[in-house]
């Protein structure tokens, strides 16, 4: 089964993001400036008598950390490295957020269910692209941009309904957040499939989702 990775050999650090000792801002323009990846900041972690607040202020924050700042933020995506730079001075611990619909899509599914995608992937040769993990209990698989109008009807010829499902597809006017990013005290979103050169080019929606549908169904 593939493992979750967070860093990477050497020889690909010029064509993928490495986290590990590597601050936000060094990261948000290695995903604008080596995948072509859009970026904006997002909320960021603030220490209020030895507790990681959410920087929006609400102590019940469902995703301390890790959300847009800004109701304009699709606005503030940017997939220029000197922008990313430079919006990344401005607040160091912003948030990384990476907005769907544009050079990519992604399917979200419970944690659960997308190992037990990866692994049946892995046995039928499925080229993959990037998947994330993240510390709800979520994996997000990178996907080339307008699965969000497919997936609903792949899903139904499938044999499933929609609603049935505990399988999201994130397209324009959504986001995932890219690792290293954290969600308060719970950990940091993880890459569950890395970037690399060979995934550059992503999957359809449509080459993955049987697996994708196959995993949630055994899983609900």
């Known amino acids: 089964m593939l493992g979750v990775e967070e860093t990477i050999p050497a020889t690909e650090a010029a064509q993928i993001p490495k986290q590990r000792g590597e601050t936000l801002l060094e990261t948000a323009v290695r995903y604008a400036e080596e995948r072509h990846w859009d970026v904006f900041p997002g909320a960021w972690l603030e220490a209020v008598d030895g507790v990681q607040l959410c920087s929006c202020g609400d102590t019940a924050c469902p995703a ?5 700042a800004r109701p304009d933020w699709e606005t503030q995506a940017t997939g220029s490295a000197t922008v990313a730079r430079r919006m990344w001075q401005k607040q160091p611990n912003a948030s990384i957020l990476l907005p769907t619909g544009r050079t990519f899509d992604a399917i979200s599914v419970p ?3 997308g190992f037990l995608a990866l692994a049946r992937m892995e046995r039928m040769e499925l080229t993959l692209g990037p998947v994330t993990l993240t510390p709800d209990r979520r994996m997000h698989f990178f996907v080339l941009p307008g699965a969000s109008v497919k997936v609903p009807d792949l ?3 499938l044999g499933w309904s929609v609603g ?5 597809a994130l397209g324009e006017g959504a986001w995932v957040a890219g690792p290293p990013t954290r969600f308060g005290s719970r950990g940091a979103v993880q890459w569950a499939c890395r970037p690399t050169p060979a995934n550059r080019w992503l999957p359809d929606a449509e080459e993955l989702i049987s697996p994708l549908a196959y995993a949630c169904g055994r899983d609900r």
């Open 111 to 113: 944690e659960t269910a």
């Open 64 to 68: 301390p950390g890790a959300h847009p």
């Open 164 to 168: 049935s499902l505990d399988l999201v």
């Open 155 to 157: 899903v139904r010829k």
